[in-house]
C-alpha cells in the first residue's frame, strides 16, 4: 500500500505554517497533498489560519472572529518565522480559503480542517469549493485536484458532511479506539486520523476492512515514523514531508 504524505499546513518545517509559501514549497518539492485550517472573519469570509488567534502566528493578537477581513490582511504571518533561521521570509499575509483554493485547486489535493463551530463557515466553503469547480462527487479515492474536509469536532464534522456530501469526509481524533470506526462506518466517513501515538496495527486493519482509510498525525520526528512504517496506513500528515517520504519509499 503506498502511504500518501500530507503537507501538514504546509512545508511548515522550513516556511511558516499555512501561508503561501509554504504550500508553493511544499507542491515545489513534489508534496501536493496539502492540509491548511479554516475559520471565519467577523465579516463571515473564511481564511486559513490554524489558532483561533491571531496571537502566534502574527504581528498581531485578539481573535479571528473579532477581525474583518481588511483588518486580517494588514498582519504579518511571516517573518516571525524567519528570525531565527537561515531562510529569510518576506511579509506573508492570511490567505482566505478562496485565494487558495484558485491557486492551487488545480494541482492538489487540499484536506481542509474545520476549526471553528458556524455552520455558516461550512456554507461558506461550500459556495467557494462549487465557484472554483472542486464540489465534484467523490468516488471515495484521492484524486488530484480534490477536497477532502476533516475536523474534531463531530457535530461539525456530520454538518458539512450534509452540506457537502460530494466530498470525502475525516475523522481526526487524539485517542484512537474501535467506537470512532463504528461513528465512521455509520456515517460514511472515509477518512480516520489518530494522533500517531494511539494506533496500532489491528485498528488499521479493522478500518481497511471496513472501507476506512487511516491517516495519523502528531509525529514530532521522522523517526516516530519507524513504528507505523508497514501497519496499512493509507497516510501521514507532518511537518516535514521530505524525510516522511524518504521513509516510507526509501527506507
Known amino acids: 500500500m503506498t502511504v500518501q504524505i500530507i503537507a ?4 511548515s518545517s522550513v516556511r511558516p505554517e499555512n501561508t503561501f509559501v509554504s504550500f508553493d514549497h511544499a507542491i515545489s518539492s ?10 471565519l472573519s467577523r465579516d463571515g469570509i473564511p481564511v486559513v489560519m490554524h489558532d483561533e488567534t491571531v496571537d502566534r502566528t502574527s504581528n498581531g493578537s485578539g481573535p479571528i472572529k473579532s477581525k474583518t477581513l481588511d483588518e486580517l490582511k494588514q498582519l504579518d504571518v511571516g517573518s ?13 499575509r492570511i490567505p482566505t480559503l478562496e485565494e487558495i483554493v484558485l491557486k492551487y485547486g488545480t494541482n492538489a489535493h487540499i484536506f481542509i480542517e474545520i476549526k471553528s463551530e458556524e455552520e455558516e463557515l461550512l456554507h461558506k466553503t461550500r459556495a467557494i469549493l462549487n465557484k472554483v469547480g472542486l464540489l465534484r462527487q467523490s468516488d471515495g479515492k484521492l484524486e488530484i485536484p480534490g477536497v477532502s474536509m476533516i475536523s474534531f469536532n ?3 464534522l456530520l454538518r458539512s458532511k450534509n452540506i457537502m456530501p460530494e466530498l470525502m ?10 467506537e ?3 461513528f465512521c462506518k455509520a456515517n460514511d466517513l472515509q477518512g480516520y486520523f489518530p ?3 494511539t494506533v496500532n496495527v ?12 487511516v491517516g495519523v498525525w502528531g509525529a514530532e520526528m521522522a523517526e516516530d515514523l519507524l513504528p507505523v512504517k508497514d501497519i496499512g496506513l493509507s497516510g501521514v500528515t507532518v511537518d516535514w514531508p521530505d524525510k516522511a517520504h524518504k521513509i516510507f519509499n526509501n527506507g
Open 8 to 11: 501538514h499546513r504546509g512545508f
Open 30 to 39: 513534489g508534496f501536493n497533498l496539502i492540509e491548511l485550517d479554516i475559520h
Open 80 to 92: 516571525w518565522f524567519g528570525d531565527d533561521r537561515s531562510i529569510n521570509i518576506e511579509i506573508q
Open 154 to 156: 463531530k457535530d461539525q
Open 169 to 178: 469526509h475525516g475523522y481526526l481524533v487524539i485517542y484512537s479506539n474501535l
Open 180 to 182: 470512532d470506526l463504528d
Open 195 to 197: 494522533y500517531i501515538g
Open 202 to 213: 489491528d485498528l488499521v486493519n479493522i478500518a481497511n476492512a471496513n472501507g476506512i482509510s
